[in-house]
């Protein structure tokens, strides 16, 4: 762009154009060009052609001094006459070239991307309301509503649009389960951005920035300019209903533990527990000024439960439910083949299993299909049709466990075995302690309170040697495998009766026997989070081409399955996204229910500064960012005041012409 400078010399009126230095520019600066006309009138004057004429005088004497005054004012009048006329028509030219001031940035094209966190957190309070309806409000009142934007939330994206079309939108907007992290606000931000050159990137994010968040990671190429908005809550105590266990059994009642934390400090708060919309109990939760506590309440055993445990807090309003369900336990099915034993009659209780123990002879074949667990108790061979029949379970989800028989065929158990990548080696006859146990192994997850060391080691008078990949769960001192594998197969390289091990004996019977059962069918948790995989087993043959369905009272959809011959699995993953407790349907039985709580991870209100985090601008007020950025994009134009100038010139000339003589 350029600027003109006017430079008047005695001789000569000089005309230069520079180069913008002062932040003056021209919308139309071709007609600057115009300013060369001014050389004409120039011109005219200086070499003016017209000739005086001589009228004699009988006496001119007395005139000559007058005559001579005459011409020098008239030379003055035309010289300022020529000047506020150049002066007039170069603010005329000037004023139709639209001068005005403003940053370099104010002409650039503009491409804007606004991100609003909608994450649970934005619950927290601002006056009367939450810091999220706050935000919203003051974006629709502050920000340009007929300008192009494209606006993002944790699970929304409105793409090349205005405030003003999506204004009911942003007023509705709902609170999202999943929050993102500002790595991934970027990610996000860097496809909403064209990636033409030459226009300003403005990313306007606005949230309460926890402290869980990490710093932003924005494609530098892109030249965006990052303007931070921290909304900050009047108040950041909050109450949350973080977890809950069963604790023990008590007779015909559980002890349910709820466990909860605070952000604040507080002295106690009411809490209660719901059998779906009935009032069990209610009692309050004693913080004594800690920032956490428990709270007991005893609910009826045996008894399917939907549950809902309830308080009422100023903080944030997602985490004062918390939904759990207690269904009525389905009894695994567990058939043992081989030697009849007493020791698992009392661990497989008919309470939660349903026990057939029967010898190879007289097994029924239809039956293991039915199965959910089948122990193999010391065989001295496994026939080849028992092998195929127990490779199909197995296929179908079924569990297995072998226990060698000290007399076995090597060749026919490792022709079963290579199924499941182990080898029987060969056999030591000499006694071994079992010393060491897994704890990290899921057979053992919450069986103890600490990692026992010091425990009445069980032995075995000799064991087979086993080569495999799979993990040891018990295992000699000299390191090798007692008990091996994981879930859906386990073997044990040593007979168990009393003539070779004193295991049966042992207080890890008990346990390693009853996990591995009860994992067979994998029984839903009284509670889950939801963003998490949650895998259960519904005891139920489906017919072909049939699905089981889930739902509550707002939402249904169809789960991740697989079928077997005698249950079906479901995995949660995405669905469902809002907590609450839901039904597993056949058609329209109801077979179990299943609850979903949203994670606790943003009810501590703990948030880092501005400070901390690198952007262009960091702001706690949406106004003041955007009259900023107004006041970036302003243009202070200038023309008017051309035109005054021209004006006044006018009016300068008509003076001239009028008084100076």
Do not use: C
């Not at 793409?159 to 606000?185: F, G, H, M, W």
């Not at 069963?246 to 708060?269: M, R, V, Y």
């Amino acid at each position: 762009m350029l600027f003109g400078l006017i430079k008047a010399t005695n001789n000569v009126i000089l005309i230069i154009f520079v180069k913008q230095n002062l932040g003056m520019q021209f919308k139309n600066p071709e007609i600057l060009w115009g300013l060369l006309l001014l050389t004409i009138p120039i011109l005219v004057h200086l070499f003016q052609l017209r000739r005086f004429k001589k009228t004699p005088f009988t006496n001119v004497k007395m005139l000559q001094k007058v005559v001579s005054e005459s011409r020098k004012s008239k030379s003055i009048k035309k010289w300022l006459l020529l000047v506020t006329r150049l002066l007039l028509f170069t603010a005329l030219v000037i004023a139709f070239a639209q001068p005005f001031f403003s940053k370099k940035t104010a002409l650039l094209e503009k491409e804007t991307v606004i991100y609003i966190d909608n994450s649970f957190s934005m619950q927290a309070k601002k006056g009367n309301v939450s810091l999220l309806e706050s935000a919203i409000q003051e974006l629709l009142k502050e920000a340009p509503l007929d300008q192009k934007v494209n606006l993002f939330t944790n699970n929304r994206s409105f793409r090349n649009t205005t405030l003003k079309e999506i204004q009911s939108d942003l007023l509705t907007l709902p609170y999202a389960t999943n929050q993102l992290s500002l790595n991934e606000v970027a990610l996000k931000a860097n496809t909403l951005f064209s990636k033409k050159k030459g226009s300003q990137k403005n990313l306007v994010l606005i949230s309460d920035f926890q402290t869980k968040k990490k710093t932003s990671s924005i494609d530098s190429s892109l030249n965006i300019e990052k303007h931070y908005i921290k909304i900050n809550p009047t108040t950041k105590n909050n109450i949350s209903i973080d977890s809950l266990y069963i604790s023990k059994k008590s007779g015909d009642n559980l002890e349910l533990k709820a466990i909860l934390s605070t952000t604040g400090i507080i002295e106690n708060t009411p809490i209660s527990i719901y059998d779906s919309d009935k009032l069990i109990a209610k009692t309050s939760a004693i913080f004594d000024n800690q920032k956490s506590t428990n709270v007991v309440f005893s609910i009826p055993n045996n008894k399917e439960i939907l549950g809902k445990i309830s308080l009422f807090d100023k903080g944030l309003e997602y985490d004062n439910q918390f939904y759990f369900s207690i269904n009525k336990k389905e009894k695994i099915n567990v058939l043992a083949i081989g030697r009849k034993t007493n020791y698992l009659n009392r661990i497989f209780t008919n309470d939660e299993f349903n026990f057939i123990n029967e010898t190879l002879s007289k097994v029924n074949y239809s039956l293991i299909s039915s199965q959910n667990l089948i122990i193999l108790n010391e065989l001295e061979t496994i026939t080849v049709s028992l092998q195929q029949a127990l490779t199909s379970f197995s296929k179908n989800g079924g569990n297995i466990i072998v226990i060698p028989n000290n007399n076995l065929q090597k060749s026919n158990y490792n022709s079963f075995l290579a199924n499941y990548g182990i080898t029987l080696s060969y056999k030591i006859n000499s006694e071994q302690e079992i010393t060491s146990i897994n704890f990290d192994h899921p057979i053992y997850n919450n069986v103890f309170d600490k990692k026992i060391t010091n425990f009445q080691y069980p032995k075995t008078a000799q064991f087979f040697v086993l080569k495999t990949k799979l993990p040891n769960i018990l295992s000699y001192a000299n390191n090798n495998s007692f008990l091996m594998g994981n879930k859906g197969f386990y073997m044990f390289s040593s007979p168990l009766s009393d003539d070779y091990s004193n295991f049966k004996n042992s207080p890890l019977i008990v346990p390693t026997f009853y996990k591995m059962g009860i994992e067979s069918l994998q029984q839903e948790k009284i509670y889950s989070f939801l963003g998490i995989s949650e895998v259960i087993d519904v005891a139920i043959k489906l017919p072909k081409d049939e699905v089981l369905k889930v739902a509550n009272k707002n939402s249904e959809f169809i789960p991740q399955q697989q079928p077997f011959s005698n249950k079906v699995t479901l995995t949660f993953n995405e669905q469902p996204n809002e907590a609450g407790i839901y039904k597993i349907k056949n058609d329209n039985t109801t077979l179990k229910y299943i609850s979903f709580n949203y994670s606790r991870t943003e009810s501590n209100l703990s948030y880092t500064p501005l400070e901390e985090l690198n952007a262009t601008s960091k702001n706690n007020s949406i106004t003041n960012l955007f009259e900023a950025l107004e006041k970036d994009n302003s243009v202070n134009e200038l023309w008017k005041w051309f035109v005054i100038l021209a004006l006044l010139f006018a009016l300068i000339e008509i003076g001239i012409q009028k008084y100076l003589k």
